[in-house]
């Protein structure tokens, strides 16, 4: 993040206690996939044989660092509320399990080191977050939208936008006794 990119965070955090006073729910949603002008399908610079790291560094910085930067801000809001969640978007594509399959539903597609890492190391930092904070009864989960048609794909996604958020908002309004520290899509937990 910028230097002025830090400041939003907390701008952000400001405005929210002074219009609510706490923070009941902080869905990390901010994400780039790194790819070209054309798309998807536009993968310059992202193979690993080719990597340009300034793509990679682009990605990293909305999809990692954004993430704990935004965190960082609204925790001292999320420990005044009742009932805190952190749902953090992420991607059936960040589980090594399921892209390390020859033969799985990602074989067909190209190997990249800047998105799909990028939402593996989020999966990582939602672990972490979720070890930290659970003695404080914040709930940390990840949530794989699924092929949502949105900006990011160039709306070639066969999923929408509602259908996507359905898990987002399963674990935004978990119980007390709710999961911490998973990754999860519509059908339940997906493996690591």
């Not at 002074?18 to 610079?45: C, K, M, Q, T, W």
Request: with cysteine; proline share 8%.
């Amino acid at each position: 993040m910028q230097p002025h990119g830090r400041l939003l965070p907390v701008a952000a955090a400001r405005w929210v206690e002074g219009r609510f006073g706490r923070l009941d729910v902080l869905v990390n949603n901010a994400g780039i996939s790194g790819a070209g002008p054309a798309g998807p399908a536009d993968l310059r610079g992202q193979l690993p044989s080719t990597a340009d790291l300034n793509v990679v560094r682009a990605v990293l910085e909305t999809n990692v660092f954004g993430v704990i930067a935004v965190t960082s801000a609204m925790l001292p809001l999320l420990r005044r509320s009742p009932a805190p969640r952190i749902v953090n978007l992420t991607s059936d594509a960040a589980s090594l399990t399921l892209t390390s399959d020859p033969d799985g539903r990602f074989a067909g597609l190209p190997p990249v080191v800047a998105y799909s890492p990028s939402k593996t190391a989020l999966n990582a930092l939602t672990v972490q977050y979720a070890n930290e904070l659970r003695k404080d009864g914040i709930l940390v989960n990840a949530a794989a939208p699924g092929f949502c048609a949105t900006d990011i794909n160039h709306h070639t996604g066969h999923r929408t936008a509602a259908q996507g958020a359905a898990v987002v908002v399963r674990l935004a309004t978990l119980g007390a006794d709710g999961p911490t520290g998973g990754f999860f899509g519509e059908e339940g937990p997906i493996p690591w």
